[in-house]
């Protein structure tokens, strides 16, 4: 991200909203040399080796839930869930969600994940945009109930960890 801003012909304000969790998680780091030639993905697919086939559900999600996702599916040494994270909602990233989605063709069963609440997150404005990348079966989503409030973190991440539409 902060490359990509670098390299930018027009010069804008970046204003970056992130937990400060991740700017210490082991899993959100970066070496100065990926920093320096690397490149910005905004969809990124499996990390964990899992056999394609094998794999009857993909997850999407975006943001720090994708890290409370992956720590409970090593914890429960699951390899029929892949999780795919979109780091760019707007303006979506149809072709690199598509490339990152080729692998899991034959999948049916796909969910949306978010740790805010349905009325607080990504569903909405980006609902339309799974069904234009080969996402083809009703999309279910996993969110906590709709409320006027935000909800505490912890209560979240209990949430979406004991969540059995999940696994």
């Known amino acids: 991200m902060l490359r990509r801003q670098a390299l930018r012909g027009m010069r804008r304000p970046l204003v970056v909203m992130s937990p400060k969790s991740l700017l210490r998680h082991p899993l959100a780091v970066s070496s100065l040399e990926e920093l320096a030639n690397g490149t910005f993905f905004s969809a990124i697919g499996e990390i964990d080796d ?16 994708y890290y409370d996702l992956l720590e409970q599916r090593r914890k429960n040494e699951q390899k029929n869930v892949a999780i795919i994270r979109i780091e760019q909602l707007y303006p979506f990233p149809h072709q690199a969600v598509q490339a990152v989605l080729e692998k899991y063709a034959y999948v049916h069963d796909f969910v949306w994940c978010q740790e805010e609440p349905l009325n607080h997150g990504a569903w909405y404005c980006s609902k339309h945009n799974f069904r ?35 696994w």
């Open 50 to 65: 899992l056999e394609p086939k094998a794999v009857k559900r993909v997850v999407l999600c975006a943001g720090k839930v």
């Open 132 to 166: 234009e990348v080969g996402c083809h079966s009703p999309l279910l989503y996993v969110t906590p109930d709709v409320l006027p409030l935000p909800l505490l973190r912890w209560v979240i991440c209990r949430y979406t960890r004991s969540n059995s539409r999940l």
